[in-house]
């Protein structure tokens, strides 16, 4: 198994552009989520998945949005980066019924 | 708002020595208690976790205490070693309702010196 993958590993980014965060899971995992990752804040839920079809807001949600259309994929889309948006971002997932989250590698975002 | 709060954020040890990692936490609806090592370019993984109804859980040189009443939890480290020189956080969330929405403290980097 490959856990959870991330791509890109680095990404740099003008204000104002759009991208698309990938994430994916062989595990076939119900819940997947996304944190972003700031010095001295810890990670933040930016949004959430129970399952396909399904998605829900975290903690700093705005200027982010989600769809899961398959178990195994859950990507994140910035339709208009901004500086503050700047961060390593990490996807995690688990099965239903067991705590324990496992994480991707990360994407470090850049945004000029 | 921080619900959990960690300290300290940062620590060194000598090798052999005990690193201890406080938090503190305010929703009483929190029944999971994860700590997650993260080594620089990697993502975090689970180290050890608690629920609120033991006050003390130990897997290897890892050991959590948990006070309930004051809604404080440790990690604590024995005979710390340079291999567990990385970021620690904490973590809480309502494990019964499944919905795995962790929140995490600030983060503690530890360095452990030969």
């Known amino acids: 198994n490959a856990g959870v993958t991330q791509t890109p590993k680095f990404q740099v980014l003008k204000t104002g552009q759009s991208m698309t965060l990938q994430c994916a899971q062989d595990m076939n995992h119900e819940y997947m989520s996304w944190y972003r990752q700031d010095p001295g804040m810890g990670l933040r839920l930016i949004h959430y998945s129970v399952g396909a079809g399904i998605t829900d807001q975290g903690e700093v949600p705005n200027g982010y949005n989600v769809s899961r259309s398959t178990t195994e994929d859950f990507p994140l889309r910035l339709l208009s980066a901004a500086p503050s948006q700047t961060s390593v971002y990490f996807c995690?997932?688990?099965?239903?019924?067991?705590?324990?989250?496992?994480f991707g590698p990360g994407t470090r975002l850049t945004v000029l | 708002q921080q619900q959990v709060k960690q300290s300290p954020q940062s620590l060194i040890v000598q090798k052999g020595g005990i690193p201890i990692i406080n938090c503190a936490y305010e929703n009483t609806a929190f029944d999971y208690f994860p700590w997650y090592q993260q080594f620089p370019g990697k993502g975090p993984a689970l180290l050890i976790a608690?629920?609120?109804?033991?006050s003390e859980k130990k897997e290897g040189r890892f050991t959590i205490s948990f006070n309930k009443s004051a809604k404080q939890f440790s990690l604590h480290i024995m005979d710390s070693q340079p291999g567990d020189s990385a970021t620690y956080f904490c973590?809480?969330?309502?494990?019964?309702?499944?919905?795995?929405?962790?929140?995490f403290g600030q983060g503690t980097t530890l360095q452990v010196k030969p």
């Open positions: 995690a997932s688990k099965t239903t019924g067991v705590n324990e989250q496992f």
């Open positions: 973590a809480a969330t309502r494990g019964s309702g499944n919905t795995g929405k962790l929140i």
């Open positions: 608690i629920r609120p109804d033991v």
